[in-house]
């Protein structure tokens, strides 16, 4: 038990230490530091809150609201600082991605999925 | 980058290894063994993930599916071999949870969560 405990540490300090951890963190702090693209990347991620906020609700999506978000990702798209926030993003979650496979693998195995792997 | 891969294999073989989940393995593997408790079991699952797919799909539940679930979940509850795996399951999805939160925990950090715990 506290094996296990140990081992998610021994992980979390190795992502902590990676480079595209690194990466990740100089990227989000080149935004945060730079006040357009903080303001901007700030209101992209409202923008995709309030919509995702909506859809689990079941409400109706305006087409202002459509249109707001067209223009919000639009202007985050043409931001390089952003661009490179989301590449390392999209690079921290397939890590992440890769881990929860890996170690969801016993459980797996236990409920029958997968078997030819075994 | 590997490094990170290295950990993630090494927590994977300390779960496997783990007491919590032999017992979780070994109840399982009750219940399969037992072809009373294995059809229940399965009619269980296969009533939740229904009523969890009509849910997702926004679709109506009968007052019909309603009872029939309500009976499969009576059935389960008294039957000692699927409280036992469930209570592993239960076990095993808290170790799980605890797992996630140590390793996401770098990334809340960078997006701001959890300062006070730095
Ligand atoms: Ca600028
Ligand atoms: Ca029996």
């Known amino acids: 038990m506290s094996n296990i405990y140990d081992h998610a540490y021994h992980l979390e300090k190795a992502i902590r230490e990676s ?7 100089s990227a989000y702090e080149a935004v945060m530091n730079d006040p357009e ?4 990347f700030e209101s ?3 923008t995709q809150l309030n919509l995702q ?18 223009n919000v990702v639009e202007l985050v798209q043409d931001n390089p600082t ?7 993003e999209q690079r921290l979650n397939v890590i992440i991605g890769d881990i929860s496979s890996i170690i969801t693998k016993p459980l797996e195995e236990v409920y029958g999925f997968n078997q030819d792997e075994q």
């Open 19 to 25: 480079t595209d951890f690194q990466n990740l963190k």
């Open 37 to 40: 693209s903080k303001q901007m």
């Open 44 to 46: 992209f991620r409202d």
């Open 53 to 70: 906020e909506k859809q689990m609700q079941g409400l109706d999506i305006t087409d202002e609201e459509v249109e707001k978000a067209r």
């Open 82 to 88: 952003i661009a490179k926030l989301m590449e390392e």
